[in-house]
């Protein structure tokens, strides 16, 4: 079934608001419920961590509830709709505490301590919203097996998706700290509540018009059982690797979008912080999508395999990984240009190793199909689902506790000056945003070397048997 242009305008759409939505909580959590509520960082990336624990157990059976779902509408819309409207609720509320706890958490604060009711609604509402965004991720991602069966096509649809969600996370990116403080006047208690509600809405309007061109074709799924549906999934080697991958590049992102936040308030620093931070990320989010929609099409172009793009990528981020190491040992980093020289390497590469793994899994799917005689798009991309959410989740918690280690005192931007940080505070967080990633990713290169190998050759060997074996 060839893809029409409406078709690939609508599931791109739709990526743009879905990871506004991941975006704004995957970047902004920590920094909303730690230095604007004053939550323990220890304690906010634990109950992240505890989210993604339980998205362990809630993400596989979406993956099977999506695949034995029966409707007019076929499998995946009447989740994705659902999913998305629930979502956008609960976003709201992630970002719009009760002005109630607020106010007794500072008191709490004064006296030493945190304010239990606040600790209890943000650990509800956090994992409410990793279990609503689920409902309507999953079925998004299973749609580009389910909508055509060549591997073109599957990459075509991947790198759109895929550049624009890049597109979302680099609008939240480059102005949700302006937005946060021309919308509250001053309070970022206020301004994040308007930020969430204007993504919320954004969102419900974005999935929508995915909903209404999207159409998979209706395959038999054959669907059994759960656990013979688990041990297809448990016996696709390759999708298990690709996820391991993600997890492990997923980390080394969310990592540095945690701490480069602090950076620049309390390292950069300066009355002008939010803009300087603004105008990096807007750097990083345009080199994320020239990396998607430019640098890899051209690659691609030149008859550049998949899998090499991949270990090319990774080796750069790397490399521009360890020069900002070096900028940071030499205490060059308050050169704004000099930041951004590793920072743009790094987000073109991070944007062209998402469209890669989205690449590889769909490829996983044809492969598991071979193995097993079943189709498992909906449980292989819930996978993908739980695996960012979790590596988004360690990232956090790590964040969290690498904060309080290096005694960061953290203030909100109603007090009258940023709070002073030590030089061995300061160092600390220098060392955190790159030593970390870094190992991130030799792990995740290493592992891809030694055990992937659903390369091109391969993936398209596996269609064409498939072709045939389907007559």
């Given amino acids: 079934m060839k893809l029409s242009l409406k078709q690939k305008i609508a599931f791109g759409i739709g990526a743009v608001g879905k990871d506004m939505v991941y975006a704004l909580s995957a970047s902004y959590v920590m920094f909303y419920y730690n230095d604007t509520l004053k939550l323990s960082a220890t304690f906010v990336g634990l109950i992240l961590m505890i989210a993604r624990v339980f998205d362990a157990l809630n993400d596989p059976?979406?993956?099977?509830?999506?695949a034995k779902t029966k409707s007019r509408w076929g499998r995946f819309r009447p989740w994705l709709f659902s999913g998305t409207v629930l979502n956008a609720l609960v976003l709201y509320a992630l970002f719009a505490a009760p002005q109630g706890m607020i106010d007794a958490q500072k008191a709490a604060v004064e006296a030493g301590g945190n304010h239990l009711a606040l600790m209890v609604y943000f650990s509800v509402v956090y994992i409410l919203w990793g279990v609503t965004y689920t409902m309507m991720d999953i079925p998004y991602w299973s749609m580009i097996p389910a909508v055509t069966d060549t591997p073109a096509d599957r990459e075509n649809l991947s790198?759109?998706?895929?550049?624009?969600?890049?597109v979302g996370s680099a609008l939240i990116a480059m102005f949700t700290m302006l937005a946060v403080g021309m919308l509250g006047n001053g309070s970022d208690i206020v301004g994040f509540r308007y930020v969430a509600l204007g993504v919320a809405v954004i969102f419900i309007i974005t999935e929508i018009i995915c909903c209404i061109f999207m159409r998979e074709h209706q395959t038999d799924m054959r669907v059994s059982s759960v656990k013979e549906m688990f041990r297809a999934l448990f016996g696709n080697d390759q999708a298990l690797i690709v996820v391991a991958t993600i997890v492990l590049i997923n980390m080394a992102l969310y990592l540095t979008s945690n701490f480069i936040i602090y950076f620049f308030k309390y390292d950069f620093g300066g009355e002008g912080w939010k803009g300087t931070y603004t105008l990096f990320s807007t750097v990083g989010g345009a080199?994320?999508?020239?990396?998607m929609m430019i640098v890899y099409p051209i690659l691609r172009k030149k008859q550049m395999a998949n899998e090499k793009i991949f270990i090319l990528a990774i080796s750069l981020a790397i490399s521009a990984y360890l020069l900002l190491l070096v900028l940071c040992l030499l205490g060059i980093t308050h050169n704004?240009?000099?930041?951004c020289i590793p920072g743009a390497i790094v987000f073109a590469c991070n944007g062209m190793l998402s469209v890669l793994t989205t690449v590889f899994l769909s490829g996983s799917v044809d492969y598991g199909e071979l193995q097993t005689g079943r189709r498992e798009e909906s449980v292989i991309f819930s996978m993908q689902t739980f695996v960012v959410k979790a590596a988004s989740g360690v990232a956090v918690f790590l964040t969290g506790i690498g904060l309080d280690l290096i005694g960061l005192v953290g203030n909100t931007d109603e007090e009258a000056v940023i709070a002073q940080q030590s030089a061995s505070t300061l160092t600390g967080l220098r060392l955190l945003m790159t030593v970390l990633p870094i190992l991130g990713l030799l792990l995740a290169m290493l592992f891809f070397k030694r055990k992937f190998r659903l390369t091109d050759a391969y993936a398209n060997e596996i269609s064409e048997q498939l072709k045939s074996k389907r007559g």
Avoid: N
């Fill in 61 to 66: 059976f979406m993956g099977v509830l999506v």
């Fill in 159 to 166: 790198v759109v998706g895929r550049t624009c969600a890049g």
């Fill in 287 to 291: 080199f994320q999508i020239l990396g």
């Fill in 336 to 339: 704004l240009i000099l930041l």
